[in-house]
């Protein structure tokens, strides 16, 4: 019997076009850090880094969601550059984000809800505080799901400790390679872009209505930003909709928000721009009280429960 020619390999696809731009952001990162550590420290580049940081965390979170390439092989190769590049095992969204956050919406059983923390809070202490606090209380649910996972699906297991062995073991061999360049071009960028992936959660929550919800019931629980942020980070700002349909790809959230969710949430949580909203909540807000945000959630409500 005659064999089979064998067949030409396939190459990945992505699942949206828009894609292309993740991809842009994925490549230039290190080129950026790579350039820098033979030639030498330079602001440009380095600030470009730190937004670059940015944009790593919003595809991260993005790909948890829905996955970039229509082939699993890209995406494994994908789960790992970005362990790279965020300085984190890519796994963590989906025990933290997908299974918690995104199934709690903010309200009482949500682990990292921003009012667990010291009260139902909106000011520049509490962004500064918080991911230091959702770290807390993150690991264990890690550590519990990791658990889990070992017990009744250890290959799903090896394959999350695979991404700790490739994080860490990046650190090491660049530390070992020159601490003072990793450190600077690799290391401090990376917890840069770790702090806003946690700190964007009271960007998007504090002061918004945690208390439980049915289904169908108010959409308050989640602050909107308009404006420049959504292009360059890829609807990030756009949380209503995103929370509403967490498997649509990020492309559709702007259009999603403004004919269906816009108008059916609090004024107030429609921002019409990130870093005015910070200007005027976190520093202008600790001056002048009315600069500050109201709360939304009940005055008999217990934040702390």
């Known amino acids: 019997m005659a064999s089979r020619p064998d067949r030409p390999a396939r190459l990945p696809r992505l699942r949206h076009w828009r894609d292309w731009q993740s991809l842009a952001y994925l490549a230039a990162l290190p080129a950026l850090a790579a350039w820098q550590w033979v030639h030498g420290f330079h602001w440009l580049p380095y600030g470009a880094m730190l937004f670059l940081t940015l944009g790593v965390s919003v595809i991260h979170h993005n790909h948890a969601h829905l996955r970039l390439w229509r082939g699993r092989r890209a995406n494994r190769f994908t789960d790992c550059w970005l362990t790279l590049l965020q300085g984190h095992p890519t796994f963590v969204f989906w025990p933290a984000h997908v299974a918690n956050?995104?199934?709690?919406?903010?309200?009482?059983?949500?682990?990292?809800?921003?009012?667990?923390?010291?009260?139902?809070?909106?000011?520049?202490?509490?962004?500064?505080?918080?991911?230091?606090?959702?770290?807390?209380?993150?690991y264990p649910v890690f550590v519990a799901w990791l658990g889990r996972l070992r017990r009744h699906w250890p290959g799903a297991w090896r394959y999350c400790m695979a991404q700790y062995v490739l994080w860490l073991g990046s650190w090491t061999a660049l530390l070992a390679l020159d601490w003072q360049k990793a450190v600077l071009f690799v290391i401090l960028p990376q917890l840069h872009g770790l702090h806003w992936l946690l700190a964007t959660n009271y960007l998007q929550h504090a002061h918004a209505d945690g208390r439980p919800r049915p289904e169908g019931a108010s959409l308050d629980y989640a602050r909107n930003f308009e404006g420049l942020i959504n292009p360059l980070l890829f609807n990030i700002g756009l949380h209503t909709a995103h929370h509403e349909?967490?498997?649509?790809?990020?492309?559709?959230?702007?259009?999603?928000?403004?004919?269906?969710?816009?108008?059916?949430?609090?004024?107030?949580?429609?921002?019409?721009?990130?870093?005015?909203?910070?200007?005027?909540?976190?520093?202008?807000?600790?001056?002048?009280?009315?600069?500050?945000?109201?709360?939304?959630?009940?005055?008999?409500?217990?934040?702390?429960?």
């Open 101 to 138: 956050h995104h199934r709690h919406r903010h309200g009482p059983k949500d682990a990292a809800r921003t009012y667990r923390f010291g009260g139902d809070t909106n000011h520049l202490l509490g962004y500064l505080l918080h991911p230091l606090q959702a770290v807390a209380v993150l």
């Open 245 to 305: 349909n967490s498997k649509v790809h990020w492309s559709a959230l702007s259009r999603l928000h403004s004919e269906h969710y816009r108008a059916r949430v609090d004024p107030a949580l429609n921002e019409r721009g990130l870093l005015v909203y910070m200007a005027r909540v976190f520093v202008l807000g600790a001056l002048v009280p009315r600069f500050r945000s109201r709360s939304l959630m009940s005055p008999n409500s217990n934040p702390q429960s």
